[in-house]
């Protein structure tokens, strides 16, 4: 019989809302809520399939799995923390779930251009050290129309074609950058290089994968090819932007203000300046964590394993 382990089950179910029986209806199901380097030998002992979310699994440590173990399932969209080559190597197929957060993560980047446009963060924090400005006075931050302004993404996988939708509906022009352009999909829209993109747009959202070519696509040299008045927003991966040179460029007034989600290091170290920034959206990683959608992941986890089980694997990425 097959047998199914969750090594670090805590990382989606923190507050314990989730229902697990989509995955222990499957197969002999046996979950931890985390589990170290040292503890992860033992524990894929004698399994069929480990689920792991976002936890590093390294050549050495997937070279110790037993030859039992036949695949790897990330929950997630991102698999960069699992060694992909150790596992072919290994015989082990690795599979991810693509388009769990779609919706979500797309709410949330539409959510910090509502923000952004509005100063509500600003203005919040003006209120908490007193400061009446706003009401007593004219406004004194700014506070502006989306409907008009042009939105620069870049990715045009599912979750950037989604803030695409959201954000026509809001009269926002579009552009894209993308390394697959594929204007048959939105004959309507156009593909632009990236200097063009930086150039022009008021808000730039990034949406591409995390790899060797977009790790800090944004750096310091890009983000001078900003607008002082535009926001860069990044729900996708953190090291997609080179941190020290946005901080950098935020306090400068190089750009206007960033809506960041994801950071290079989560949680950024207690020092980090992006924390103290009042130009800057900084929340934990949220764009998966809402109750829907980590149900959802379970659902969809199952999937992957059914359709292991039966000889038709899906999601394969290895």
């Not at 048959?184 to 829209?189: A, R, S, T, Y």
């Amino acid at each position: 019989m097959n047998s199914t382990v969750f090594l670090n089950a805590a990382r989606l179910d923190f507050d314990g809302k989730l229902d697990f029986s989509p995955l222990s209806d499957l197969t002999a199901f046996t979950r931890y809520d985390n589990s170290s380097d040292e503890e992860i030998p033992s524990r894929v002992e004698g399994q069929t399939i480990v689920i792991t979310k976002e936890l590093p699994l390294g050549r050495e440590l997937i070279h110790c799995f037993p030859a039992s173990v036949k695949l790897i399932c990330e929950a997630g969209t991102g698999y960069n923390n699992i060694d992909i080559a150790a596992a072919r190597s290994r015989g082990i197929g690795v599979c991810n779930v693509p388009s769990y957060s779609t919706d979500a993560v797309a709410q949330l980047a539409i959510t910090f251009m509502l923000n952004l446009s509005a100063s509500l963060v600003q203005q919040q924090t003006m209120l908490r050290r007193g400061n009446l400005d706003n009401f007593q006075k004219s406004l004194q931050l700014p506070h502006f129309e989306l409907n008009g302004k042009t939105l620069g993404v870049i990715g045009f996988g599912e979750i950037g074609r989604r803030v695409i939708a959201i954000a026509r509906t809001l009269g926002m022009k579009i552009i894209v950058h993308s390394r697959t352009p594929r204007p048959e999909l939105d004959p309507d829209l156009r593909f632009v290089s990236l200097e063009e993109l930086l150039a022009t747009s008021d808000f730039v959202s990034l949406h591409c994968p995390l790899n060797d070519a977009t790790r800090h696509v944004i750096n310091a040299e890009r983000l001078e090819m900003m607008k002082p008045t535009a926001f860069i927003i990044n729900t996708s991966r953190g090291p997609l932007i080179h941190e020290p040179a946005l901080s950098q460029a935020l306090t400068r007034g190089t750009i206007a203000g960033a809506g960041l989600d994801v950071q290079e290091q989560e949680p950024p170290e207690p020092g980090d300046p992006l924390y103290s920034l009042e130009n800057v959206i900084l929340t934990p990683h949220i764009g998966w964590k809402r109750l829907e959608t980590r149900q959802r992941l379970i659902g969809l986890t199952a999937a992957n394993i059914d359709a292991f089980i039966k000889d038709a694997a899906i999601n394969i990425v290895n």
